[in-house]
């Protein structure tokens, strides 16, 4: 039998010495070690090569099996193997939850159960977690029960080492335990926080401290970017640049702190030129071919223009294109026959975001930020107080122009 074809069998080198090129097949020894069982070599096609002694006698007989097709088995056995073991060990958490906590696994929770477990259930070779900790942890589940039914938002791994690390501690101790982490955070989170890799404060961002990351990562981004406009102005000033207002909306966007700080200063020395503001948006308008009028009544132009506002004049442009774009048809008109600039808000929002993005050209982001806004349902825009529309319309120019 063959089950590979002659191009994969020509791939697969038998050494990486330049004296065996060209030969794809190995020895039956060499089968065995790939966990291939004698029963599947048999069934494969093989080159067997005798060696003969000058009397005409058969000396020994080596049996050749093309290496693509041997590979192929060994790597199904080790599948096989791992499926074996993780199987084996899914058994041992039953038995151990069953004669732990008298429980079967169905009966707890999913989410909770592969907190319990880890990566037990992996292969033997990758895993950390040893049956033992399982065991503790299965022994506490009840308890993590009731925290989290106590408590809808605390964290499953938090509960169990909670439980673990404190044996007799209930829901009043949890509370405590969980006011007084709180505490230490909000005095002592900027310390804490220099300690912590960028990929470990990222991972905190979906919990409830983000607001503290936040602050950090805003208070140290401004303090490098203030570094770097020390080397131009002096330190008075670069403050006073990056605490400034309109610089906000630059220094949360980008993360080059670099480019940022050549670009704060460009606009901090010319905020104040409004004619070198309205050229630049001409300019821009006219090197993109844009039929539109630069009037200081439009409230995008008017914030450029006026420097409350430090951003690209190709971004402001796009801005107000987008409200006078000819996509917006009946469809997107109240049944007053008065225009609904709800969609319009959710539409500078949604390119807001393409645009941070910096994936897709500038009037792809218009398109789309249209397209997505046309299809809004009804009665989200219905609701402007709930979740929903608020995160729809949460972007800087739709802040802006909501007002």
Not at 301 to 321: M, N, S, T, W
Request: proline share 2%.
């Amino acid at each position: 039998m063959t089950i590979c074809c002659m191009a994969c069998c020509r791939k697969y080198k038998a050494s990486f010495s330049d004296r065996y090129a060209g030969l794809h097949r190995v020895t039956q020894d060499y089968a065995l070690k790939y966990l291939c069982s004698h029963r599947a070599l048999d069934q494969l096609a093989s080159l067997d090569l005798s060696t003969w002694n000058i009397q005409g006698l058969r000396l020994s007989m080596v049996r050749l099996y093309l290496g693509a097709e041997v590979q192929f088995l060994g790597q199904r056995g080790d599948r096989r193997q791992q499926k074996r073991s993780i199987r084996n060990r899914k058994m041992d958490v039953a038995n151990v939850c069953a004669f732990s906590c008298n429980r079967r696994l169905t009966d707890i929770d999913p989410i909770l159960l592969s907190f319990a477990a880890g990566d037990y259930v992996l292969e033997a070779g990758l895993s950390m977690m040893s049956i033992e900790k399982v065991e503790e942890r299965l022994h506490v589940v009840h308890r993590v029960e009731e925290i989290r039914r106590a408590c809808p938002l605390a964290h499953p791994g938090a509960s169990f080492d909670f439980c673990l690390s404190f044996p007799e501690g209930g829901l009043a101790e949890f509370f405590d335990h969980k006011e007084k982490i709180q505490k230490v955070f909000q005095h002592e989170g900027d310390r804490i926080m220099c300690f912590l890799t960028k990929a470990e404060r990222k991972v905190l961002l979906h919990t409830p401290l983000s607001d503290v990351v936040h602050k950090f990562e805003a208070r140290h981004q401004k303090s490098i970017i203030c570094s770097h406009l020390s080397k131009w102005v002096s330190e008075e000033t670069a403050s006073n640049i990056v605490n400034h207002p309109a610089c906000q909306l630059r220094i949360q966007r980008e993360d080059d702190e670099s480019a940022t700080a050549m670009k704060l200063l460009k606009f901090w020395n010319e905020k104040d030129d409004c004619e070198a503001r309205e050229l630049d948006l001409r300019q821009t308008i006219s090197s993109a071919g844009y039929g539109i009028y630069v009037s200081p009544k439009k409230k995008a132009f008017q914030l450029y223009i006026q420097g409350d506002v430090d951003c690209d004049a190709e971004e402001v442009v796009c801005i107000e294109k987008l409200l006078q774009s000819t996509s917006w048809n009946w469809y997107d008109f109240g049944w007053k026959g008065q225009f609904d600039y709800r969609r319009q808000l959710c539409a500078l929002t949604k390119f807001e975001e393409l645009w941070t993005e910096s994936q897709m050209t500038s009037e792809e982001c218009v398109k789309e930020a249209i397209s997505r806004a046309r299809y809004l349902h009804v009665s989200v825009l219905d609701e402007t107080e709930s979740w929903d529309y608020k995160q729809l319309t949460k972007g800087f120019w739709g802040r802006q122009l909501s007002q």
